[in-house]
């Protein structure tokens, strides 16, 4: 496989010496630079953090994957990126394109692989605000995997605020942790703030839990940025829909991104979401635990379960 290389001088100078004003971010390998060599071409350059748990493993890894993978929303080595303030069409079309290209992982491509590490900071925009999915160090190849395979605890390498109920607790990751990471985007696309460390003045819940609570309170269009203009309220509503069937607590209620990339681009009828990961609200637990003393009434629902 041949790849360009480039040497230390030939990047130092690319990025301004690693400059701050270029940085566009930091994950587990280290920090992100933006940097554009001398024809003129931007490049993405990620460099190793002596405190990083990763290193050349991961590293050939990622550069292995990326060689081989081919979609128009996955990140090619040499890709660019860019940021933007954000209209509504902007964002939906940018929710489409990553579910895109993580149906791409799963399912389409040779490979398939689970990514393990989506999240906001992994999805570069192109000139054209086209979403790409990058950072592939820790992705696995599912034909060398159990579909849920446990690992030790103290291995976790995935970000807080994206990590699936299962993967914290157990160890266990499939593609159903990649759909919750999904999920979690959703979400914060739609919000334009952060799961993790969101804060509410009247409560106390993540991003996810504010979610669910203006779900079942019949309020989920006070979830959207203000930021964000004009809207279609069917889009928005069907967006958030989607996003809360991503972050169930359970991974077998969670649907595949086959299922999702559907829901998205229909009008098909979405069974009902369930209570999202790591939800709790102490007020309504209370309530709950009062009313149960009297009595209990059984109430059969039926829904459609994505397979």
């Known amino acids: 496989?041949?790849?360009?290389?480039?040497?230390?001088?030939?990047?130092?100078?690319?990025?301004?010496?690693?400059?701050?004003?270029?940085?566009?971010?930091?994950?587990?390998?280290?920090?992100?630079?933006?940097?554009?060599?001398?024809?003129?071409?931007?490049?993405?350059?990620?460099?190793?953090?002596?405190?990083?748990?990763?290193?050349?493993?991961?590293?050939?890894?990622?550069?292995?994957?990326?060689?081989?993978?081919?979609?128009?929303?996955?990140?090619?080595?040499?890709?660019?990126?860019?940021?933007?303030?954000?209209?509504?069409?902007?964002?939906?079309?940018?929710?489409?394109?990553?579910?895109?290209?993580?149906?791409?992982?799963?399912?389409?491509?040779?490979?398939?692989?689970?990514?393990?590490?989506?999240?906001?900071?992994?999805?570069?925009?192109?000139?054209?605000?086209?979403?790409?999915?990058?950072?592939?160090?820790?992705?696995?190849?599912?034909?060398?995997?159990?579909?849920?395979?446990?690992?030790?605890?103290?291995?976790?390498?995935?970000?807080?605020?994206?990590?699936s109920p299962e993967y914290a607790v157990h160890g266990q990751y499939s593609i159903k942790s990649d759909v919750f990471s999904f999920g979690v985007l959703i979400l914060e696309i739609i919000s334009g703030k952060k799961n993790r460390g969101f804060h509410h003045p009247e409560q106390q819940l993540n991003l996810l839990g504010h979610a669910w609570r203006l779900w079942i309170e019949d309020r989920p269009i006070e979830l959207i940025d203000d930021s964000v203009g004009d809207f279609n309220i069917f889009e928005v509503l069907r967006c958030i829909h989607v996003g809360l069937l991503c972050v169930q607590n359970r991974q077998e209620d969670r649907p595949n991104m086959s299922y999702v990339v559907l829901m998205l681009s229909s009008e098909s009828l979405l069974p009902k979401p369930r209570q999202p990961g790591f939800y709790t609200d102490s007020s309504r637990e209370a309530e709950s635990s009062l009313c149960t003393t009297c009595s209990e009434n059984k109430i059969t629902f039926t829904s459609f379960e994505a397979r």
């Open 1 to 163: 496989m041949e790849l360009p290389l480039f040497d230390l001088s030939t990047i130092a100078r690319a990025t301004d010496d690693f400059s701050l004003n270029n940085k566009l971010g930091e994950g587990g390998f280290g920090p992100v630079y933006k940097g554009t060599l001398l024809e003129g071409k931007d490049i993405a350059v990620k460099r190793l953090s002596k405190s990083s748990g990763q290193g050349l493993n991961e590293f050939k890894n990622e550069v292995n994957l990326i060689a081989k993978l081919q979609h128009r929303n996955l990140v090619k080595l040499l890709d660019q990126t860019k940021s933007n303030l954000l209209d509504w069409r902007k964002r939906i079309d940018i929710i489409g394109g990553i579910a895109r290209g993580l149906l791409y992982l799963h399912q389409d491509s040779r490979l398939r692989i689970i990514h393990r590490d989506l999240k906001a900071s992994n999805i570069l925009l192109d000139n054209n605000l086209n979403p790409k999915i990058s950072d592939f160090g820790l992705a696995k190849l599912l034909w060398r995997e159990i579909n849920v395979r446990p690992i030790p605890i103290g291995l976790l390498v995935h970000s807080n605020g994206y990590m």
